[in-house]
C-alpha cells in the first residue's frame, strides 16, 4: 500500500510561481512511475508530468518550458515547480504513484488558483 499527501498548492496571480511536493509513505519501488495530474472544474483529470526513479520525464505540452518535476527516492518525495503560472493552469493537483503492472495510488489532491 502507497498513501500520498499532496502540499504547497495555493492562490497565487497570474506569473507567479508554486511549488508542490508530494509525500509517500508505503513501499516505492525502483520500477515506479510517479506523476502529477490535474483536474479541473468541469473538465476530466488530465496527465501534467511524471518521472521514473532514473530521472526519466514527460511533460505535458502545455507545461513544458515552464515546470519541473523532479523527485527524492531517498526521502520518497516528489516536486512540481510550477513557474509562469497562467489562470488556465488552475486546477486540483493530483500526485500519483503507478506500479509496473499498472495499479495506480492517488493522493488526495490540492487546490492551485491563479488570478488573472
Known amino acids: 500500500q502507497v498513501q500520498l499527501v499532496e502540499s504547497g498548492g495555493g492562490l497565487v496571480q497570474a506569473g507567479g510561481s508554486l511549488r508542490l511536493s508530494c509525500a509517500a509513505s508505503g513501499s516505492i519501488f525502483n520500477t515506479d512511475t510517479m506523476g502529477w495530474y490535474r483536474q479541473a472544474p468541469g473538465k476530466q483529470r488530465e496527465l501534467v508530468a511524471t518521472?521514473?526513479?532514473?530521472?526519466?520525464?514527460i511533460y505535458a505540452d502545455s507545461v513544458k518550458d515552464r515546470w519541473t518535476v523532479s523527485r527524492d527516492n531517498a526521502k520518497k518525495t516528489m516536486y512540481l515547480q510550477m513557474n509562469s503560472l497562467k489562470p488556465e493552469d488552475t486546477a486540483v493537483y493530483y500526485c500519483s504513484v503507478r506500479r509496473i503492472d499498472s495499479s495506480t495510488y492517488w493522493g488526495q489532491g490540492t487546490q492551485v488558483t491563479v488570478s488573472s
Open positions: 518521472i521514473t526513479s532514473g530521472g526519466s520525464r
